[in-house]
């Protein structure tokens, strides 16, 4: 879009008179450009200011009858003056919305729609529920009576099927998105390099993530007791591992690498790497960070540990949102998982009966 404005005219003259022999008109053209920028409110849109002039310097006879005197007239034409409005180059506008905005707060440029969306979401449920089931339905054929396994059996089958569900969930949800194009390389990135680099080092936010979620998660018990929000826990599915933990080594490492490992594997890239990337096309990423973490401790089917599951759900939000490295998320998780199971593994080797510890009794 461009404003001209019609060419104005001026005249100046000199008082200089100069006594010469006759000689024939000369004349000095000269044409001046005269640029201006101003920054307008968006910072990729500049008004660009263009101002052409032309001086004519002539010689004319200031009288017929005095041919020898000449009066050196300078005549300036100021021929237009455009403003334009016009886009700042790519890469300044990037670098421009680079230090305006933080990168916790920027969305995911998502290449799928809100049919792919819900697709997607369907067949990784029922893909989780139906490979249950034929496991289940395995062992059963199999003659294994799950009853009467030791904590070593059992701790190895959970292992080995767990792995299984990870394995065909994440197939799954990868084939339906990831044949997308393009599709950006900040979703589904787990990336080892720069581990902590003060933007976006995944180690180090990852730290800072489980400093924040273990203050995070002590304010919201508190504040249960506070309110004496204490609801029955029985359900909870560290009541079906707690058999497992602290009996062996090999049972305790293999819950470590259920909970420990594949849990947040699968979680976070479902739930933050998918879920709430996916949100972003449609809301705010602070609003998505919040609904995914909703969704996330509904998942659980724990309903008295809600509060919980939603606070470290926003923090392992707000965690991938900075880094945009699911290494983060799957990091903090992973070290909350491990920890409680450690820790339970130490109370129950020193006499504790944890099951009534974790029933609130």
Same mark, same amino acid.
């Given at each position: ?48 200011a263009?101002?052409t002039?032309?001086?004519i310097?002539?010689?004319r006879?200031?009288?017929p009858l005095?041919?020898a ?11 237009s003056?455009?403003?334009c ?24 440029n ?13 067949a ?33 089958? +959970?292992?080995?099927?767990? $792995?299984? @569900?990870? =394995?065909? #969930? /994440?197939? *799954?949800?990868?084939?339906?998105t990831?044949? !997308? ?8 990135q ?16 990852? +730290?800072?993530?489980?400093? $924040?979620? @273990?203050? =995070?998660? #002590? /304010?919201? *018990?508190?504040a249960?007791s506070?309110?004496n !929000? ?10 079906i591992l ?11 490492a ?7 490992v ?7 890239? *479902? ?11 449609w809301?705010?990423?602070p ?16 309903p008295?540990r ?11 939000g ?14 903090i ?25 974790l029933?609130?009794?």
């Amino acid at each position: 879009m461009a404003v001209t404005f019609n060419p104005a005219f001026s005249r100046s003259s000199a008082s200089t008179l100069s006594l010469s022999p006759p000689r024939r008109l000369s004349s000095l053209i000269k044409t001046d450009f005269v640029k201006s920028q101003l920054r307008l409110f968006s910072p990729a849109l500049k008004l660009r200011a263009t101002t052409t002039s032309t001086r004519i310097s002539q010689l004319r006879h200031f009288s017929p009858l005095i041919p020898a005197l000449k009066l050196p007239v300078t005549i300036t034409r100021t021929n237009s003056t455009t403003f334009c409005f016009t886009n700042s180059t790519p890469d300044e506008s990037v670098e421009k919305d680079d230090e305006l905005n933080w990168q916790v707060l920027k969305r995911w440029n998502v290449p799928w729609n809100w049919q792919r969306v819900s697709l997607t979401s369907l067949a990784c449920v029922l893909s989780l529920h139906s490979t249950v089931l034929i496991g289940v339905v395995a062992v059963a054929y199999s003659g294994i009576n799950i009853h009467e396994l030791s904590p070593d059996g059992m701790a190895g089958i +959970g292992f080995v099927g767990y $792995g299984i @569900v990870t =394995a065909v #969930v /994440l197939a *799954v949800l990868f084939s339906l998105t990831k044949s !997308f194009s393009p599709i950006t390389e900040d979703i589904y990135q787990y990336d080892l390099r720069e581990p902590f680099d003060i933007k976006k080092g995944w180690l180090l936010w990852a +730290g800072i993530g489980y400093v $924040g979620a @273990v203050a =995070a998660l #002590v /304010l919201t *018990v508190a504040a249960m007791s506070f309110f004496n !929000f204490n609801p029955r826990r029985g359900s909870d599915s560290l009541m079906i591992l707690l058999p497992m933990i602290g009996s062996s080594t090999f049972s305790t490492a293999c819950v470590v690498g259920m909970i420990g490992v594949l849990t947040p594997v699968l979680e976070e890239t *479902v739930f933050r790497g998918f879920l709430m990337v996916s949100l972003t096309k449609w809301l705010p990423t602070p609003l998505s960070v919040l609904l995914s973490a909703a969704v996330f401790a509904l998942a659980h089917f724990t309903p008295g540990r809600f509060p919980q599951l939603f606070v470290g759900g926003i923090v392992f939000g707000f965690s991938y949102a900075q880094t945009r490295n699911l290494l983060t998320p799957i990091t903090i998780h992973a070290f909350w998982n491990t920890g409680i199971v450690l820790l339970l593994t130490f109370l129950q080797l020193k006499g504790y009966d944890i099951k009534k510890m974790l029933q609130g009794r």
